[in-house]
Nanobody, 116 residues
Framework: QVQLVESGGGLVQPGGSLNLSCTAS????????LAWYRQAPGKARERVAI???????NYAGDVQGRFTISRDSAKNTAYLQMNDLRPEDSGIYSC??????????WGQGTQVTVSS
């Protein structure tokens, strides 16, 4: 079983920034896929960023240019840098790891609230 430990969520004003982190309990292989999802109240879960096997980050249209997904392989940690945050960015953010064998693991989720 792989555990994902998240941190970095909280309350931020519009236009502010947060850096979410997600540390895995095991080595993240280059064959693994990392992604960040969010879910706002009354809305479906949405994938906001994904790090592909070739190391390129892909983003949902409404976060492109503002969010950046990255990873530090030495720390088994993925990050989501979020800039120019908007109230509509609020929600529960979860990291997802799909290992090369196909098993999927989720973090516990962290609350992000963008409000003045």
């Amino acid at each position: 079983q792989v555990q994902l430990v998240e941190s970095g969520g909280g309350l931020v004003q519009p236009g502010g920034s947060l850096n979410l982190s997600c540390t895995a309990s095991t080595r993240i292989s280059s064959l693994d896929t990392l992604a960040w999802y969010r879910q706002a109240p009354g809305k479906a879960r949405e994938r906001v960023a994904i790090m592909t096997r070739i190391g390129i980050g892909n983003y949902a249209g409404d976060v492109q240019g503002r969010f950046t997904i990255s990873r530090d392989s030495a720390k088994n940690t993925a990050y989501l840098q979020m800039n120019d945050l908007r109230p509509e960015d609020s929600g529960i953010y979860s990291c997802n790891l799909i290992i090369w064998q196909g098993d999927s693991y989720w973090g516990q989720g962290t609350q992000v609230t963008v409000s003045s």
